[in-house]
C-alpha cells in the first residue's frame, strides 16, 4: 500500500553532497534523494510530482510524550478508517488538504494506541523512505 499525492515540487530545501533534500508542497513530505535521480527525473521548481511512501515505512504515533524526532515527515491528520486483519491492521490519516496516507501496524498496536475512527494522529516517516515519480 502507498501513499500517493499529486502535487507540485516546491523547492529544493538543499543541495550538498550527492543528495538532495525536497519539499513536495507546504504540507506535503519531504523527500531525500541523489542529484542523479533529480536530473535523470528532469526536476525543477513547479514540475508535477508523485510522492509515493510504502506503507510498512511509516510510524503512527498518537502521543509524543513531550520528546522531538529526527524524522523529516510528521504529518499529523484524522484517523478515517482502520480496517484490521488477523495480524495486522491498515490506518488510513487523511491529512490537510484531503490527501491520504495508508499506515500498517499490528493488530496490537491499534488495541495499545487505541486507534480509532476520529481520532488526531501523525504519520511519521524518514526523507529516504519517500519515492518520487514524474510523468514520462
Do not use: M, W
Amino acid at each position: 500500500t502507498t501513499c500517493a499525492s499529486h502535487t507540485q515540487l516546491a523547492c529544493r530545501s538543499c543541495a550538498s553532497g550527492k543528495s538532495t533534500r525536497l519539499s513536495v508542497c507546504d504540507n506535503g513530505p519531504i523527500a531525500s534523494i541523489t542529484n542523479d535521480s533529480v536530473a535523470a527525473l528532469h526536476l525543477a521548481k513547479g514540475i508535477q510530482v508523485i510522492a509515493l511512501i510504502k506503507a510498512p515505512q511509516i510510524t503512527i504515533v498518537t502521543d509524543f510524550g513531550g520528546y522531538k524526532l529526527s524524522a523529516r515527515n510528521q504529518l499529523q491528520g484524522i484517523v478515517s478508517q482502520v480496517k484490521t486483519g488477523v495480524i495486522n491492521a491498515e490506518i488510513i490519516l487523511t491529512i490537510k488538504g484531503g490527501d491520504q496516507i495508508a499506515v500498517t501496524v499490528t493488530k496490537d498496536s491499534v488495541q495499545t494506541l487505541n486507534l480509532h475512527e476520529g481520532q488526531i494522529a501523525t504519520a511519521v516517516f524518514k526523507a529516504g523512505a519517500v519515492i518520487l515519480a514524474v510523468a514520462s
